[in-house]
């Protein structure tokens, strides 16, 4: 089978993750071209990785009938005008997440991609962890019975610069909206309700510029499930990515990746390394993994495991969390519509 | 130092524990006599620790002035009643938790304490356990610097009888109370605000008796750090009884206790045989450790390590738990008042 | 039925923790005297439980028909002499390990047992520990099919006073002699050779007065298993007491007992305290346990659950090991005859 | 700078797996040709990796100018003469563990080397692997002390076809040969003396091919440390390879390698999947690691890791190792010679 010519947009960090996994770790897949508005760093990506079209203005590359399918890792304000676009011109898009951050332009784009007929995958990476599958596969093959608690534990090493902050979208959209679909992935089922307490607790400055740092979910399956989700944005120890289910049958909890297992006992107690210390290292398979299923997708036509609206629910989630935030009061997700968060 | 002499009120289950404890493994105390509203049951369990004096009615022990302290294990409603005939009669009260089901009941029980001037002690155990005394030990030593998050997870092996449930004053009385405490003990703080989801997810029966078996409450310390504690009435695996800190300096976990450490590899996995059952087991020697702390506070005038404030607070806590799944919203302690829950 | 009077032999270190149990840890037995050569020592520890017979002569307690059975804990070269004595006088015989350090004495006091038809039971404690208790019901239950190897992992924290390693035997008889007795309870089998690696790695000291400090036994059982047992005499982080066996159908392996199960990460690693320091702490339990199996023994008639024979092959193997090191050669246990280690 | 060519020879399945690591995840390296007996071997494996020269006559590949380096993956038998002929055609030589099963090939193999110039790494990957990478560097930073015990147990998963057993050279020359590298490695220290017992407990027909199939190594340091080595053909739970270290300022211990993490507690016990099956998945990382230290050593003139004494001083040991067996006695290293095994 011909190998699926790939668009690089946007080479910036983790335009770049995508660039290497494409040459050589996912079979099926060529990276074709690559674009960034910055030509120069769209021609430093093209050479680091021997791929011959580097071009500082994408349209030319949905012009391009050699391209079947773009990774979309452009900033996330533009993610859904270039998602409609790429439908238009008939190509495939991977698509960094969030798709947007308001309701409006996620439909918009949807829109475009059911009407187009293009296959479109978000890009929730976390998905495809070995843990985090493994835990998925627990709960569909009954190993705890029936699903009564989800536990999430989700803490970056260290926070962003403020800069970050201020267009980060908040918390919720940023850093949570990865464990809500995370919660939404090992439930195999809808939130109705959510309730946030959360707080500026690690840096003054954060909560200054209108956000939170630190802050715990409590939602409600339709099931009758509780979920909880706890988010910092500084853990000292490194990445904090965790989980435990609770159900009828037993119990599934995973444990943070290490660099090694080495134990050291001393005449000052039992210890071992840290964990590894952010996504990159954490995570680094999972990007690949994500990748081979949306081309296995394309190629083959099995169902895309990261769905246009897998990717507008947890925005919706984020929007509900501000709110409960800001009124103190559980909130419903039916009481999120595209006209305001 | 002459030993003290403890009475004993209660012969059931709990009362069990500390006869066996108050013969020979507490130095300092001496298990006196016993009594039991079934004279039958206090003579079966005088015999069998060699006690001397076994009564029917209490009330001739609170009259013997060899009787230095009692150890109050009667049936709940009775407590608060017994506590102030007792302080009344100068004889120091242990008490098992909790002190009664209302705040009326308990400030009068607390005033008659307060008028005698003798010790009270509330059978919160759990904080003798060694686990969670590390875990304190840490939030007091800094090792985990500002303390920002608890998450307590405590399961019950199985539910009790419906007739048990029905009487037991609901699942944040009966067993959340011992939770509420802990965390009071693990944060050195105090609770403003709290918010609860729960249901029937175990059995059916459970709500049909206007009770709940599952509950997750998310509380907010004057610190501004956030709680959150997990009960289930059901664990298949056993007594499921964690805590997880985390602070500005680092995380502390604690994980189950086990009655080996033997781990098997076979060609099916790698595992371990379950941890201990119930709460005889696992904190068996925490309920050893109370009655020591609390023999000292007599004999040494160190402060008792749980007050009958200790007591108060989290009955106050699962009132307010109480309202908040009845109105469905956060409820703050300081709506909760003697006159009504 | 009637507790059995036992006399404490010995009111030193390992007498004191069998007076302890003795006093309410041990159901059908009750402390009935004790005899120590320094008659104060015997008062003291009689007045710490309340014993009302304290002696400097044992003698008067074996010629005491109330006293049913012995807990012998004198110095190690006067077992054998008082084994026989005991024996003679129809007192059951409790005898701390080892009976004694050359095989003619151990023969004579078995002979003597045998001749009186009492129980003797060793004190091979460990034998009683859940951990190792497990790894056997492992090995019976067939959980990892055919034994193939075990490992025994088993260091002192610190080495013992000079003056102490003069008279103890060397390694092999006081140290290793538990793991000796451990390696054929594990394996349920006898050890036909052995091989030995030591030196005195530790503190040259313990080397100028003729022992070693660091061991590796290589073993081969007569089903064709083989085993190695590792002793030190320090370990700076603690007590090192694990084993791990293999088999044709899986492996098992025991852990270090720990105080506590925090677990504390950090900036600089994740950790938790050390295991216990030594065999108090460590083997608490299973002292009272052996003396539970030794009343049930002799109120039931149960079989002795570490026999005389158990007693004397561990001496083989100390001899066998000691003439390995010396001779630097594998040796065969029907090497050694009473008449010589 | 430009990368280096590597001409593969054999393209077997340890070729196959360097064939991968070459194409793409070692920069400064390209697989520039490939080398088989099978020509259509060669061809396959070239077009798998886009590579251009596929020949069944590695001679004609050690003629071309443009290969600067080989990676021998050819049978062991014929690794002696190839590093011979390679190193007078001025190729520098990766080459697979081990050179050869004499030590006259060995040296001869050696002599050619040095008297080129050219650089020779022998492919014992393990060094690379993580775990043990950070128990050597324990050892070197002192964080246990002085070393005085290394324990390595390493198992494979189920026995190779006993068409191989026949020609492997025996269970030292072909499995050990791994552990006698490793434990040089984590000791920086040489062999003195060993003493090896052994067996065919797995498979009576390893037995009548005479080979063992289970086997402990005990040895000796110059140090005076002392190393265990245990080995199986077969763990029913899959490829067990782990280290214990022990010295006079702690311990360090490694783990298995698993492929997630998670922990399942359900009403039979508490257990999580097993470990990987073999070296492809549990040393995959290593072999990469390996190759990229070998460019490293040609590009910038780095100490090669793994020298050719390091390739010979195993084979010297899997020598006395079976001459330990035969003889049923302790082998000085200093007893093999050239001259026979």
């Known amino acids: 089978m011909e190998p699926i010519n790939i668009a690089l947009l946007g080479a910036g960090r983790i335009g770049q993750v995508h ?31 021997g791929v011959a079209i580097a071009v500082d203005d994408y349209q030319r590359l949905l012009a391009d009938p050699q391209v079947h ?24 898009i ?46 569909v093959n009954g190993e705890i019975g029936r699903l009564e608690r989800i536990h999430i534990i989700s803490r970056d090493p260290a926070p962003p610069p403020i800069s970050y902050v201020r267009v980060s979208g908040g918390l919720f959209l940023d850093m949570t909206i990865h464990d ?49 989700i706890e988010n910092s944005r500084r853990a000292v120890y490194g990445y904090d990515q965790r989980v435990e289910l609770f159900g009828s049958g037993g119990a599934l909890r995973t444990e943070n990746q290490y660099p090694n297992s080495a134990l ?15 996504f990159l290292e954490r995570y680094g398979e999972s990007f690949a993994e994500e990748v081979r299923a949306f081309v296995m997708a394309i190629q083959q036509g099995t169902p895309v495991p990261v769905t246009g609206w897998d990717g507008r629910v947890p925005v919706v989630m984020a929007l509900a969390a501000a709110r409960s935030l800001r009124e103190r009061r559980p909130v419903r997700l039916d009481e999120i519509h595209s006209s305001g968060g």
């Not at 475009?112 to 627990?138: P, S």
Request: glycine share 8%.
């Open 19 to 49: 660039a290497a996994n494409l040459s050589g770790r996912v079979a099926g897949a060529r990276l074709y071209a690559i674009a960034d508005v910055s030509g120069e760093a769209a021609q430093r990506c093209a050479q680091q990785y």
């Open 69 to 92: 399918a773009i990774a979309l890792c452009t900033s996330t304000d533009t993610h859904a005008r270039i998602i409609t676009e790429a439908a238009q011109a008939g190509k495939h």
């Open 94 to 139: 991977f698509c960094e997440k969030p798709i947007a951050q308001t309701l409006e332009s996620i439909d918009l784009a949807l829109t475009a991609v059911e009407a187009a007929g293009v296959t479109l995958q978000i890009g929730f990476n976390r998905r495809f962890d070995a843990n985090f599958r493994r835990a998925r596969a627990a709960v």
């Open 180 to 228: 809500f679909d995370m919660i939404r992935f090992l439930a195999g089922d809808e939130v109705e309700e959510l309730f946030v307490m959360a707080d500026a607790l690690v840096d003054p400055a954060i909560g200054a510029a209108g956000d939170v740092d630190t802050a715990v979910i409590m939602l409600r399956f339709k099931s009758g499930a509780i979920g909880t």
């Open 264 to 278: 050291i006992s001393d005449a000052q107690g039992v210890r071992r390394d840290l964990p590894y210390y952010f």
